[in-house]
């Protein structure tokens, strides 16, 4: 992947990577119980190359659930830390699926010349899928990081409300975690972003670097 954009013309949007998944039933089912991990490594690789990070969370005050900031689950997932001086990492709280509707984030991104969008989080299919997809409409170059994304299976919409996990995987119309994935991979190739894998995104940083010496 290339990466010829001035680093001070890029971000990377790191969205919902936060508690309130592992302590939601459905963890179990996550697609990559080490997204933490691959996440983390995509922030340092945007640390090195001078990029924005902004961390994104989603929040419903008042709700009772996982995503209610009341019962202290929505902060950034355990091994994920802002910076240290914390203003350079803006981190910003969401209450809708796509990360620009109930936020300043397109002004913030205004402010500092940013044109380049990279993108990873959680849910693949959900707010990520969807922040793409509003911040392609908006002019951004984006870059979704595939395998820097996680998702749960999805039930058909005709499964009755409150099914349990097990009956989740055991219902045949489920549509695997991996398969809404693939989907998405294929609905934003071309159309509303590029698709990379975390070790492109290196690859593309090397090869910046060594163009630059």
């Known amino acids: 992947m290339s990466r010829a954009k001035d680093?001070?013309?890029?971000?990377?949007?790191?969205i919902d990577v936060q508690e309130s998944f592992r302590v939601h039933p459905l963890w179990e089912t996550i697609s990559d119980p080490k997204i933490a991990d691959r996440v983390h490594r995509l922030v340092q690789l945007?640390?090195?190359?001078?990029?924005?990070?902004?961390?994104?969370?989603?929040?419903?005050?008042?709700?009772?659930?996982?995503?209610?900031?009341?019962?202290?689950?929505?902060?950034?997932?355990?091994?994920?830390?802002?910076?240290?001086?914390?203003?350079s990492e803006p981190l910003i709280h969401k209450t809708s699926h796509n990360a620009f509707t109930t936020t300043n984030l397109q002004q913030l991104l205004t402010s500092r010349g940013i044109r380049a969008l990279t993108v990873c989080g959680i849910r693949t299919e959900q707010c990520v899928e969807t922040t793409t997809r509003v911040a392609a409409d908006l002019g951004y170059d984006v870059t979704l990081v595939i395998d820097a994304t996680?998702?749960?299976?999805?039930?058909?919409?005709?499964?009755?409300?409150?099914?349990?996990?097990?009956?989740?995987?055991?219902?045949?119309?489920?549509?695997?975690?991996?398969?809404?994935?693939?989907?998405?991979?294929?609905?934003?190739?071309?159309?509303?972003?590029?698709?990379?894998?975390?070790?492109?995104?290196?690859?593309?940083?090397?090869?910046?670097?060594?163009?630059?010496?």
Request: hydrophobic content about 45%.
């Open 7 to 14: 680093s001070t013309e890029r971000a990377l949007i790191v």
């Open 150 to 213: 996680a998702t749960n299976p999805i039930p058909h919409r005709d499964a009755p409300a409150g099914q349990s996990v097990a009956e989740l995987l055991a219902d045949p119309r489920t549509l695997p975690a991996e398969e809404a994935i693939r989907r998405t991979e294929y609905a934003l190739a071309g159309r509303f972003a590029t698709i990379a894998t975390i070790d492109q995104i290196e690859a593309g940083a090397e090869f910046a670097v060594e163009a630059v010496k």
């Open 46 to 87: 945007a640390r090195q190359a001078g990029d924005l990070v902004v961390w994104v969370l989603h929040s419903e005050p008042g709700s009772g659930g996982v995503f209610d900031p009341a019962l202290g689950h929505v902060r950034l997932m355990d091994g994920l830390e802002r910076a240290a001086d914390g203003a």
